[in-house]
């Protein structure tokens, strides 16, 4: 039996990754070597929004879901993706720039958006140039009521965001956040494709790194 063709979308988490400005990179310990204990065994101390994550709405709120309840009916199903053509330069990209190209959207269903800037993975200009949503985009993102937001970018908000606008427009719907997306130029631009982001379940915490995958070739499960 052939096996669907699948796109992992995540990053490799490792002690010297690029991480957003004012993170702390993950460290990692060993507890056990093969060569004294028999076995090895790793500990390891990183940040919630570590690599591919997810944000959930108690990233900027309380009083509702952490990450353990947000539920995995929004982190996977179908997907489509518009992508950035321009040079990614911290544009923002305006519902105009969708409609224009023809894009639509099905509601309910999740959203993606490639900036382009994963050229720049590993570089400080990763968290410089990304571009960001514009927030009639948003609001449009929030009418159609789709079940998750996710992009290749760091962020929503600019770096030096004075109020992180955008997150608390996504967020405050309900709706969760997947950002680092990787490997997304070996996903369609002009049809729906399956998409998965499931997070590590933290008990009462706002977000958690996750493994994201696509597969490109499937339109629903």
């Known amino acids: 039996m052939s096996r669907a063709k699948i796109v992992d979308l995540s990053y490799t988490i490792s002690s010297d990754m690029v ?16 060569n004294s204990e028999g076995a090895n065994l790793t ?11 997810v944000d959930a709405p108690k990233h900027f709120f309380d009083g509702v879901p952490c ?7 929004r982190l996977y199903g179908r997907a489509r993706m518009f992508r950035v053509s321009q040079e990614p330069a911290g544009q923002e990209i305006a519902l105009d720039d969708l409609l224009s190209a023809g894009f639509d959207l099905e509601e309910g269903s999740i959203f993606v958006l490639s900036t382009g800037v994963e050229r720049y993975a590993e ?12 927030p009639d985009l948003l609001r449009w993102l929030v009418e159609k009521k789709i079940a998750a937001y996710m ?5 929503i908000d600019p770096v ?9 427009l996504i967020l405050g719907a309900g709706i969760p956040i997947v950002e680092n997306l990787c490997n997304l130029a070996m996903v369609p ?12 379940k933290l008990g009462g915490r ?16």
């Open 19 to 34: 991480v957003f400005p004012g993170m702390q990179r993950p460290v990692f310990r060993w507890v056990y070597r093969v």
């Open 43 to 53: 500990q390891m101390t990183m940040m919630a929004h570590t690599g591919t994550h």
């Open 67 to 73: 990450i353990d309840e947000v539920s995995l009916q």
């Open 123 to 134: 570089t400080p200009e990763y968290n410089r140039r990304f571009p960001l949503p514009s």
């Open 151 to 155: 992009t290749d970018a760091p962020a």
């Open 160 to 168: 030096d965001t004075p109020d992180s606008a955008n997150h608390h």
């Open 189 to 200: 631009e002009d049809r729906y494709f399956l998409i998965f982001a499931l997070p590590l």
């Open 206 to 221: 706002e977000g958690a790194p996750c493994r994201a995958v696509a597969f490109p070739e499937a339109e629903s499960l």
